[in-house]
């Protein structure tokens, strides 16, 4: 049994298509097949189903997968120990962020790519629930993300700093000039919002819920940038969070009277059990120093 095995296997699981599987690992469909059959031979038994063009798992595969991805994680964090041996001068960094917590990313990257010049850092954005859902090991070092309220305790975590919900406009728009805006008012107002999938988006859902609230969404959209620029023609109102619209100064961030904790903590979310590599370490320290948790 062979380690590109058991990464050819787990590929294969995640595209449950072998041709798929084998373009993302740059081989041969053939190749990857002949590799699976070695693995299936060895185990004498059969890892997937084959129904058309689509495999899916068997009972068995299914049953292989966890200690599969736990010697694949193995394997990585013993290279990344004797990387680490060496010093953290190069290498790759792997980061996961939320599209909110953008702001802080930009200027801990900044501190950071001036101390090491020479490592590479990967950066990939998405909602929190997708971000968390590839904490595994195999995806990102980290992830930078609000804390879902529906989240299971299986990653450790470091608090960052707090944020509360508000009623974000234009310096142009009608409202720019209220003090405080009540949850009626909020509901008439149209708005564009994060997509579902969103820490933010999550909180909003439970206000909403609370009080029977019914709002005016007239766009969502999994892009947090791409929100804040369209607030810019003064037609489009928003609700997030303080830390996402940092440095936005012809926004107006205005105060939702309610009796609820719209406040949502930012965190630093590590995978449980695997090895942290200096750089990761060293990023980290950055970012507390930022945020002034440290």
């Given at each position: 049994m062979e380690l590109r095995q058991l990464k050819y296997f787990k590929e294969a699981c995640e595209r449950q298509n072998f041709?798929?599987?084998?373009?993302?690992?740059?081989i041969s469909q053939s190749t990857l097949s002949q590799q699976i059959k070695q693995l299936e031979d060895e185990l004498d038994v059969l890892l997937f189903d084959r129904i058309g063009k689509r495999i899916v798992p068997t009972e068995a595969g299914q049953a292989f997968l966890p200690y599969a991805i736990r010697a694949i994680h193995d394997?990585?964090?013993?290279?990344?120990?004797?990387?680490?041996?060496?010093?953290?001068?190069?290498?790759?960094?792997?980061?996961?962020?939320?599209?909110?917590?953008s702001p802080l990313l930009i200027a801990t990257l900044e501190l950071f790519n001036r101390a090491y010049p020479k490592i590479k850092v990967e950066v990939t954005f998405s909602t929190s629930e997708k971000l968390l859902?590839?904490?595994?090991?195999?995806?990102?070092?980290?992830?930078?993300?609000?804390?879902?309220?529906?989240?299971?305790?299986?990653?450790?975590?470091?608090?960052?700093?707090?944020?509360?919900?508000?009623?974000?406009?234009?310096?142009?728009?009608?409202?720019?000039?209220?003090?405080?805006i009540t949850l009626k008012r909020l509901s008439e107002?149209?708005?564009?919002?994060?997509?579902?999938?969103?820490?933010?988006?999550?909180?909003?859902?439970?206000?909403?819920?609370t009080h029977h609230l019914k709002l005016n969404i007239g766009v969502e959209m999994d892009d947090v940038h791409t929100i804040i620029h369209?607030?810019?023609?003064?037609?489009?109102?928003?609700?997030?969070?303080?830390?996402?619209?940092?440095?936005?100064?012809?926004?107006?961030?205005?105060?939702?009277?309610?009796?609820?904790?719209?406040?949502?903590?930012?965190?630093?979310?590590?995978?449980?059990?695997?090895?942290?590599?200096?750089?990761?370490?060293?990023?980290?320290?950055?970012?507390?120093?930022?945020?002034?948790?440290?």
């Open positions: 041709s798929e599987a084998a373009r993302m690992l740059h394997a990585e964090d013993g290279k990344q120990i004797i990387r680490d041996l060496k010093g953290i001068e190069t290498g790759v960094l792997r980061i996961g962020v939320t599209y909110s917590m859902k590839r904490l595994d090991g195999s995806g990102p070092d980290f992830v930078l993300s609000f804390k879902p309220e529906d989240i299971k305790e299986e990653f450790d975590t470091i608090p960052l700093f707090s944020s509360r919900l508000h009623f974000i406009v234009h310096q142009s728009h009608p409202l720019a000039g209220l003090s405080s107002t149209p708005l564009i919002l994060p997509e579902c999938g969103f820490a933010t988006r999550k909180k909003i859902e439970e206000l909403c819920q369209s607030l810019k023609n003064g037609q489009w109102a928003t609700i997030l969070t303080q830390a996402a619209v940092r440095g936005e100064e012809d926004l107006v961030q205005i105060p939702i009277l309610c009796n609820e904790h719209l406040t949502s903590r930012g965190y630093l979310f590590w995978p449980q059990g695997s090895y942290r590599k200096k750089s990761a370490l060293a990023f980290a320290d950055f970012l507390l120093k930022i945020t002034g948790s440290r």
